[in-house]
């Protein structure tokens, strides 16, 4: 009787919690809905008022759905209620975030397209290198091409009401018109592994005879699919912190690249995963095998060309222990094939890259219009490097930690924004699922491996900070210029790893609540981000 009496109570407290999340999102939901209205009224466009209904209802049903069978019954594992909730999640921000609104999506997007030329046997460029759309895809890269404007306007890259407009009188239907036509747009010369999955959902979508808004969605979705893949597989190796990684991946920013054409989505994942693989064989019972070094090698092969300044993270790699690999000799071979698979992917594919930032004289910022830094005078003037990663941490620290957990998405938008109390809430969520909790009572990291991860992560996002001082810092800033929070996503559960320790500890173990509180967080900033763009008019 009295076990029955406590079941009955522990489940009462659970109940609580998710009435907790999913009452006020309701209440926040009713209240925005005004806002839609008041978009609607002024442009005539009802059609907002449907599509708000209806994502805010999908959005309820999937917080009922994560208070119940997460935290009421219990039944879904951590991994799973990733799955679950991540697909929710990605498809209320792929909608409401159209398509080509994350930063630099129309590059990723052109990109896959050219992709999808190719696997369709298709010509892919003209001789200047534009990439050949459908002629009935040109809408998107040039919404209003009868209009004033000097420079073509590319859909969603200003998320406005205009593009909720666009993408309903479009609808999903092909129009014709598959003759290939000049998008005026150049793909990112990058490895093409980064955009088959997106270059699949777009293949599909013209076999389909689908139209533009129906290709664009499509190929975001097989790009969150491959994102919610490669998490979950990451989760399942996980020997630990598997809610500091499931956290981690439920931001905004991680969810706005997840549900975009952002080749973002596939660092992150495969990184997230690379990191796993790492951790299990160094922490876990099991010794290191064959097929574990071919998948590090595979991961890292093809993230490294994509941004080679996450080539630190083979750095993880060192905290196995050798005799998990048999002896030094297996553990040299199995280093060589994991570097030596990085190596020749940078060799294939950046070689032109690397040869332009290094060998130049001369560097212009285009965007500034002025001169820029050369590699070569960085290195001759550490003074002058030091000193801008010095001003830039002391005046855009605060920038980089709200664009990290997505305070402003979008192209960096900051009208598109998450509340501060929000970005806040999630801050502290992620550094409470990093501490001990009872029951728990390894701490996997000793003091050394904590300096180890540290300066990996340190060294990724040091060298992401040099590569913009380079690439997109005038020689008039104070700062670097171009760094964006969303760099430092793919080492962020291994760091946050380390935050657990033995002199702070939870006295309960809250880590569902805390997803689950996170997850409906989620759901109310992406319902208030379609609030807000409804009234942009």
Same mark, same amino acid.
């Given at each position: 009787?009295?076990?029955?009496?406590? %079941?009955?109570?522990?489940?009462?407290?659970?109940?609580?919690?998710?009435? !907790?999340?999913?009452?006020?999102? =309701?209440?926040?939901?009713?209240?925005?809905?005004?806002?839609?209205?008041?978009?609607?009224?002024?442009?005539?466009?009802?059609?907002?008022?449907?599509?708000?209904?209806?994502?805010?209802?999908?959005?309820?049903?999937?917080?009922?759905?994560?208070?119940?069978?997460?935290? @009421?019954?219990?039944?879904?594992?951590?991994?799973?209620?990733?799955?679950?909730?991540?697909?929710?999640?990605?498809?209320?921000?792929?909608? @409401?975030?159209?398509?080509?609104?994350?930063?630099?999506?129309?590059?990723?997007?052109?990109?896959?397209?050219?992709?999808?030329?190719?696997?369709?046997?298709?010509?892919?460029?003209?001789?200047?290198?534009?990439?050949?759309?459908?002629?009935?895809?040109?809408?998107?890269?040039?919404?209003?091409?009868?209009?004033?404007?000097?420079?073509? @306007?590319?859909?969603?890259?200003?998320?406005?009401?205009?593009?909720?407009?666009?993408?309903?009188?479009?609808?999903?239907?092909?129009?014709?018109?598959?003759?290939?036509?000049?998008? #005026?747009?150049?793909?990112?010369?990058?490895?093409?592994?980064?955009?088959?999955?997106?270059?699949?959902?777009?293949?599909?979508?013209?076999?389909?005879?689908?139209?533009?808004?129906?290709?664009?969605?499509?190929?975001?979705?097989?790009?969150?699919?491959?994102?919610? #893949?490669?998490?979950?597989?990451?989760?399942?190796?996980?020997?630990?912190?598997?809610?500091?990684?499931?956290?981690?991946?439920?931001?905004?920013?991680?969810?706005? =690249?997840?549900?975009?054409?952002?080749?973002?989505?596939?660092?992150?994942?495969?990184?997230?995963?690379?990191? !796993?693989?790492?951790?299990?064989?160094?922490?876990?019972?099991?010794?290191?095998?064959?097929?574990?070094?071919?998948?590090?090698?595979?991961?890292?092969?093809? @993230?490294? $060309?994509?941004?080679?300044?996450?080539?630190?993270?083979?750095?993880?790699?060192?905290?196995?222990?050798?005799?998990?690999?048999? #002896?030094?000799?297996?553990?040299?071979?199995?280093?060589?094939?994991?570097?030596?698979?990085?190596?020749?992917?940078?060799?294939?594919?950046?070689?032109?890259?690397?040869?332009?930032?290094?060998?130049?004289?001369?560097?212009?910022?285009?965007?500034?219009?002025?001169?820029?830094?050369?590699?070569? %005078?960085?290195?001759?003037?550490?003074?002058?490097?030091?000193?801008?990663?010095?001003?830039?941490?002391?005046?855009?620290?605060?920038?980089?930690?709200?664009?990290?957990?997505?305070?402003?998405?979008?192209?960096?938008?900051?009208?598109?924004?998450?509340?501060?109390?929000?970005?806040?809430?999630?801050?502290?969520?992620?550094?409470?699922?990093? =501490?001990?909790?009872?029951?728990?009572?390894?701490?996997?990291?000793? #003091?050394?491996?904590?300096?180890?991860?540290?300066?990996?992560?340190?060294?990724?996002?040091?060298?992401?900070?040099?590569?913009?001082?380079?690439?997109?810092?005038?020689?008039?800033?104070?700062?670097?210029?171009?760094?964006?929070?969303?760099?430092?996503?793919?080492?962020? $559960? !291994?760091?946050?790893?380390?935050?657990?320790?033995?002199?702070?500890?939870?006295?309960?173990?809250?880590?569902?609540?805390?997803?689950?509180?996170?997850?409906?967080?989620?759901?109310?900033?992406?319902?208030? =981000?379609?609030?807000?763009?409804?009234?942009?008019?």
């Amino acid at each position: 009787m009295k076990n029955e009496k406590n %079941e009955m109570i522990l489940k009462y407290g659970k109940w609580k919690w998710a009435a !907790a999340g999913f009452l006020p999102l =309701l209440l926040l939901d009713i209240w925005h809905y005004q806002n839609v209205w008041a978009g609607a009224i002024e442009t005539g466009d009802r059609f907002m008022l449907t599509w708000y209904m209806v994502l805010s209802a999908a959005g309820l049903l999937a917080a009922f759905a994560a208070g119940y069978f997460f935290l @009421v019954k219990g039944r879904l594992s951590v991994e799973n209620f990733f799955l679950g909730g991540g697909l929710a999640l990605g498809l209320l921000f792929l909608f @409401v975030l159209q398509p080509l609104s994350a930063p630099d999506e129309i590059r990723h997007f052109i990109s896959a397209y050219r992709i999808s030329n190719q696997m369709m046997g298709l010509p892919d460029t003209n001789e200047s290198g534009q990439v050949y759309i459908r002629e009935q895809d040109r809408f998107i890269v040039d919404l209003y091409p009868d209009g004033e404007e000097e420079e073509p @306007v590319i859909l969603g890259q200003f998320l406005c009401q205009d593009t909720y407009h666009a993408a309903y009188e479009r609808g999903l239907s092909g129009t014709g018109g598959d003759q290939l036509v000049s998008s #005026g747009q150049i793909a990112v010369q990058t490895t093409p592994l980064a955009y088959v999955f997106s270059a699949m959902g777009i293949t599909l979508a013209r076999i389909l005879d689908l139209g533009g808004m129906g290709l664009l969605y499509l190929g975001r979705m097989f790009n969150l699919a491959m994102f919610l #893949g490669a998490v979950w597989l990451a989760l399942r190796r996980l020997p630990f912190g598997k809610t500091v990684m499931c956290g981690a991946a439920l931001l905004p920013m991680s969810l706005h =690249l997840a549900a975009s054409f952002s080749y973002d989505a596939m660092i992150n994942a495969l990184v997230f995963w690379f990191s !796993a693989v790492c951790l299990d064989l160094a922490y876990s019972q099991r010794n290191v095998r064959a097929r574990d070094i071919a998948l590090l090698a595979a991961l890292i092969a093809v @993230v490294g $060309p994509c941004k080679m300044v996450y080539a630190p993270v083979m750095g993880l790699c060192l905290l196995i222990p050798v005799k998990k690999f048999g #002896g030094w000799r297996n553990w040299a071979v199995s280093a060589a094939v994991v570097f030596g698979a990085w190596l020749a992917a940078m060799i294939i594919v950046n070689t032109q890259t690397i040869a332009v930032y290094t060998g130049g004289t001369e560097n212009y910022i285009g965007w500034a219009e002025e001169t820029g830094y050369t590699m070569n %005078e960085l290195l001759h003037r550490p003074g002058l490097v030091i000193q801008m990663f010095y001003n830039s941490f002391i005046w855009q620290a605060e920038y980089y930690h709200l664009t990290m957990i997505g305070a402003y998405l979008g192209q960096v938008d900051q009208v598109l924004d998450v509340p501060y109390l929000i970005v806040m809430g999630m801050t502290a969520a992620l550094f409470l699922l990093a =501490l001990k909790k009872p029951g728990d009572e390894t701490v996997y990291f000793t #003091g050394k491996q904590r300096v180890w991860i540290w300066f990996l992560a340190a060294a990724a996002g040091g060298a992401a900070m040099f590569s913009m001082l380079v690439a997109w810092t005038p020689v008039t800033s104070l700062v670097i210029n171009g760094v964006q929070g969303r760099y430092f996503i793919p080492f962020l $559960p !291994a760091v946050l790893m380390t935050v657990k320790n033995g002199w702070i500890v939870c006295k309960t173990n809250r880590d569902r609540e805390i997803l689950y509180l996170l997850l409906c967080a989620d759901i109310f900033a992406v319902l208030r =981000l379609f609030s807000i763009v409804s009234m942009r008019i």
